[in-house]
């Protein structure tokens, strides 16, 4: 007994060690990745964050970017709002009621839209605030979408619910115009940066009487929609049912009554995930097209006209597509779901590399991929060729957001622990700003990576957007837009 006891004392006297040391951050139990863990894989760990959740009855359920905002939402219905650079909390509430069901958010630049049981709220982006709310009338089978004035919400039944978004007009809806009408001159910087909160302190929706637009498709919608393209004529969007089918829907701006599907295109499978938009090169260019890429279970990964529902082109991955294709640069990576991720060309679907073992993709830098393995390790990828560089262990049980957006890394895990990395030469954030190559059509002989244009570099570096606040609030834009 007493040489069982002086075992089991060194044992663990022995892995504290290690523990303290940094070699073992995720070991027994530990979901704190210490920076010298990080930093031996060429990471910093930017912030973490620990949200505060019930462990005996709640869990972390759904994890969303948008716009330098993430926001994670628990299984009681609870959202919290977090910077996504800083790690600061900008709010958290809870939205309909803790028993029933929550779906993934969607937001825009001004509003975050979330259903509950058949509930959708919609609250104000900046600090929570509920702006209005309606019944649903049935079950969503999939979190909602937003544009610049719509909320869209899939139905299981296969009907796409359209919510037109009216701000109320006050006298002081615009600050800025108040200022200049009393004042004929050019605001200051701390005049806008006051307008500006004033703006979005005072958001406030008016919905009598407002018509909701209703479009009937085939088949469950299970999927979140995507938002294509929004002008002065139409919004458009797309989404996918249980059927096999893609459906582009459009809204005819002038008459504002019509929601019609545009083209229906019948993809042969179910998709596990939401489709990817490439807006246009240039869209004033007669023809040029965005492109929608999507894979699905039957293992198929696929570009299509986002204006006619053309097939570009068509690549066989062999397993079934469950994530989103994500597309950055002129390169598309799909992960399938037994393991092995694709890095294929956008603009004609050739395979460039394959990674066996992926089943997500994470995030990128111009150097490395970052993407997850079966066993929930993070691995890490060269960009040119998908080699395997090196491997993070991370806790087992973290979720891991698909980021598109920028070079982050977030790590979440069902407790409430979120962190954040990037690589340490990274400080600031790259940003991608996505537009579609120009593809090739699947009836036509796909060229050879030396026929192709050169390829442009995968991401570029965010430049500074011009601040319209000048060097009030310290110089950068708090607003991070």
Partial sequence: MRRYLIFVTTFLAFFSSMSVLGWLPVAWGSTLIPQPEAARHGLKRAWHLQIEV????????????????????????????????????????????????????????????????????????Y??????????????????????????????????????????????????????????????????????????????LQQDGIQTLHCQSFGRSLVQPTITVVNDQFARMVWTTDKGSLFIGQIDLAKDDRFTIKHQVAIGSETGASVTYLPPIDPKVPGDTGVVLFGARDGSVRALSEKTGESFW?????????????????????????????????????????????????????????????????????????????????????????NMETDRIYLVTERGLVQCFHEMELPKPIEY??????????????????????????????????????????GDNPFGE
């Fill in 54 to 125: 019930d462990a005996s009855r709640n869990r972390l359920q759904h994890i969303t970017l948008s716009r330098g905002m993430f926001f994670v939402q628990t299984d009681g219905a609870m959202i919290h709002a977090i910077d996504a650079e800083t790690g600061h909390v900008l709010w958290n509430r809870q939205v309909g009621e803790p028993r029933r069901p929550t779906l993934p958010l969607g937001a825009n630049h001004d509003l975050v839209a979330v259903t509950n049981g058949s509930t959708l709220f919609v609250l104000n982006r």
């Fill in 433 to 474: 700003r996505q537009k579609a190559s120009a593809p090739a059509k699947s009836e036509k002989k796909a060229k050879s990576p030396a026929e192709t244009a050169p390829e442009a570099p995968a991401t570029t570096p965010a430049t500074p957007k011009p601040n319209p606040f000048g060097d009030a609030g310290g």
């Fill in 314 to 402: 068509q690549f066989p991955t062999g397993d079934s597509v469950l994530q989103p294709v994500v597309a950055i640069g002129n390169r598309a990576y799909a992960a399938t779901q037994l393991g092995g991720m694709y890095c294929l060309d956008v603009g004609n679907g050739q395979r460039q590399w394959w990674a066996p073992g992926i089943n997500q993709f994470v995030a990128a830098s111009p150097e490395r991929i970052y993407a997850a393995d079966r066993l929930g390790q993070l691995q890490i990828l060269h960009a040119k060729t998908g080699a395997r560089l090196d491997t993070l262990p991370v806790p087992p049980t973290s979720m891991k957001l698909t």
């Fill in 127 to 204: 600090n929570g605030f509920l702006l209005w709310k309606t019944s649903l009338g049935g079950v969503p089978g999939a979190g909602p979408a937003v544009n610049n004035n719509r909320v869209y919400v899939p139905m299981v039944d296969g009907m796409i619910l359209a919510f037109r978004m009216v701000p109320v007009e006050k006298e002081t809806a615009d600050p800025i115009d108040k200022i200049t009408k009393t004042q004929p001159r050019e605001p200051t910087p701390v005049e806008r940066l006051q307008a500006e909160l004033t703006r979005r302190e005072e958001l406030a």
